[in-house]
């Protein structure tokens, strides 16, 4: 089993700040996904795309070609997540009839400029591919070829179009409690996705703020 993890250049520090929740809870190894990295290992060769929010807006699809034959399950976040509990009991919900498994979610959106001044676009499936745990011998993936993470429209990948829908399982939606859509909780979830933006990008309205600033902390105090 392996992590990956989106890396934006222009956010250094959520990224670490991610990684520090991870460290402090689970022991399964994660590693960046850096555009420039799979630029320069040829797995990636796509022109800029001027509607990506993030520089791992579609390196995230790469996923299969960043392991080895030993390892049959990973897990992909965007940069911007937390993570309160360990994720080994992300990883026990893993089904081998599925290809991948999501948290479905169905939210329309509200904002239409993100706070790093990004447009705010909405489509089906939206947020679906933020984690994503991925099984790697579903002969379904099998389909996703080099070329069609280069090639293949953004909303092709985003939506799974390779897949079937039967294909394509479900997570527990704590695991992907999205800020400024889903209501607080008295218990934090289990992952906490900051969607419209993180201290770091001046976002200082964010819920469970005691919560990240304490994993930003200790990333700063390592």
């Not at 795309?49 to 390892?71: H, I, N, Q």
């Not at 992300?90 to 089904?95: I, N, V």
């Not at 169905?106 to 790093?116: G, L, P, Q």
């Amino acid at each position: 089993m392996k992590i990956f993890i989106g890396w934006d250049s222009r956010e250094p520090g959520t990224y670490a700040t991610c990684v520090e929740s991870i460290r402090k809870t689970s022991s399964i190894p994660y590693a960046p996904i850096k555009q420039q990295e799979m630029r320069n290992r040829n797995l990636y060769w796509r022109e800029p795309d001027t509607k990506a929010a993030t520089e791992f807006s579609l390196t995230r699809f790469l996923v299969p070609w960043l392991v080895d034959e030993t390892t049959n399950w990973a897990l992909f976040c965007d940069g911007d997540f937390i993570f309160t509990r360990d994720l080994q009991e992300l990883f026990d919900q893993r089904d081998p009839t599925k290809a991948v498994q999501v948290v479905k979610h169905d939210h329309t959106v509200k904002e239409s400029v993100k706070m790093d001044g990004q447009l705010q676009y909405m489509y089906p499936r939206k947020w679906w591919s933020a984690l994503v745990l991925w099984n790697l011998n579903h002969p379904g993936n099998a389909r996703l070829t080099l070329k069609d993470v280069n090639t293949q429209p953004p909303s092709y990948l985003h939506r799974f179009s390779w897949l079937k829908d039967n294909e394509i399982g479900s997570l527990s939606p704590e695991w992907h409690w999205l800020d400024g859509y889903d209501e607080p909780t008295v218990i934090y979830p289990s992952g906490i996705h900051y969607t419209l933006g993180t201290p770091e990008l001046g976002n200082e309205d964010i819920q469970y703020k005691s919560l990240w600033e304490s994993f930003s902390y200790a990333r700063n105090n390592v």
